[in-house]
């Protein structure tokens, strides 16, 4: 078995609107990708901390019952020290 960490797909969407409703099928490509095509099985997704990312992740979470949907942990940190600070 190979544990590596790969970068599946990469999406530039700095000109486009960015909701859930936008990014679950971006997350439900990946899946795909990775299954159909690499004949792996996605155990997990990782987004970043957004609102928006919450949102997906709690939609892919109940859609996809085996995937653990996680929060990026970089991008908890950066926010906690924020938040210490200003408090």
Partial sequence: MSCKIRTV?????????????QLIP??????S?????????VIAIVTDAS???RKARRLLGLKYLNIVVLDCYGHQVPLSC??????
């Fill in 9 to 21: 797909k990469v999406h530039d969407a700095s000109g486009e609107r960015k909701t859930a409703e």
């Fill in 82 to 87: 924020d938040h210490g600070i200003i408090n």
């Fill in 26 to 31: 971006l997350l439900e490509d990946v899946i």
């Fill in 51 to 53: 609102g928006e990312c």
């Fill in 33 to 41: 990708t990775v299954q159909d095509e690499w004949g792996a099985v």
